[in-house]
């Protein structure tokens, strides 16, 4: 069997920025334990699978290496600008049902699409005595000042500079294991351009460090849109490959902006 296969770089303004997904359009889901072979062979953050119901409708589902995801920002938008690039270029808006409920992107000028996903707000998280110095020093950073939980346990420091000093995942897997979540957001104010900056690690899912990840500025932005006291804010994930958002707070939804770049067009042959 063979299956197309795209790589794309989502939140980028060329190849090799941003975070990469691997998009395989397909007649009907394949079976489970394929996609996630397909998605562990792939070896990127996710692997989007999606599948055409009708003019602007898809359904759509994402793999990191280890397991199936509830919710996936970047492979959305990159699947979205695909759909609008290759595949349906007459289209406007692109509606996607998915395991998170119907996700919608809209073109937007010049490559630049808008998403809209499910808020995820935050509430501040009682952690055990010590917990804050646990996660600093899993991370080999400071100390945060704050912590939340939403879908993701949200650690918040003073200045962007502890963001940027953590090294990488480090041990936090365990930390965050231990109280029932897989995902930390590092967040932080910016520091220069941006209104704010993050970082994201999921290593029980694969996925050590994600270079721009969507879902996490579901919380993001609703969090820093209350603290600034602004609707729409420039955000930028200081991975080592980074990527720009523009988010947006719309309630109960997040709008998240951005622009993608094609990196390698292929065939799986499964």
């Known amino acids: 069997m063979k299956l197309k296969l ?16 691997a998009i395989v359009p397909l007649e009907e889901f394949l079976e489970d334990d394929l996609m996630q072979k397909i ?10 699978y999606f599948v055409r119901r009708g003019a602007g409708r898809y359904d759509l589902r ?12 970047h492979a959305t938008l990159a699947s979205a600008w695909l759909i609008f690039d ?10 996607f049902q998915t395991r998170s409920g119907t996700l919608s992107v809209t073109r937007g000028r010049d490559g630049v699409h808008s998403m809209s996903l499910p808020a995820d707000p935050v509430a501040p998280f009682a952690a055990r005595d010590g917990f804050a110095r646990e996660v600093a020093g899993a991370l080999g950073t400071d100390r945060p000042e704050e912590i939340f939980k939403g879908r993701y346990l949200m650690a918040v420091w003073p200045d962007a500079r502890s963001v940027r000093a953590i090294a990488g995942a480090g041990a936090i897997e365990p930390v965050l294991a231990g109280v029932g979540v897989w995902g930390l957001i590092a967040t932080a104010p910016g520091d220069s351009g941006p209104d704010f900056v993050s970082r994201f690690f999921a290593p029980a899912k694969g996925v050590p460090e994600d270079s721009v990840t969507g879902s996490a500025h579901c919380a993001l932005t609703p ?11 420039r955000a930028r994930q200081i991975s080592p490959r980074g990527g720009d958002l523009v988010c947006t707070d719309d309630g109960e939804r997040t709008i998240l902006a951005g622009p993608c770049a094609l990196y390698l067009e292929g065939e799986i042959t499964v």
Not at 6 to 21: M, R
Not at 39 to 48: C, F, I, K, V
Not at 86 to 95: F, G, H, N, S, T
């Open 39 to 48: 998605a562990n062979e792939n070896n990127l953050a996710e692997t989007a």
């Open 223 to 233: 969090f820093w849109s209350k603290r600034l006291g602004r609707k729409t804010l």
């Open 86 to 95: 290759r595949l349906e270029p007459e289209a406007k808006v692109l509606d």
């Open 62 to 73: 994402w793999f990191t290496p280890a397991s199936e995801v509830e919710l996936c920002g």
């Open 6 to 21: 795209w790589q794309v770089d989502a939140f980028a303004a060329k190849p090799l920025e941003g975070n990469p997904a």
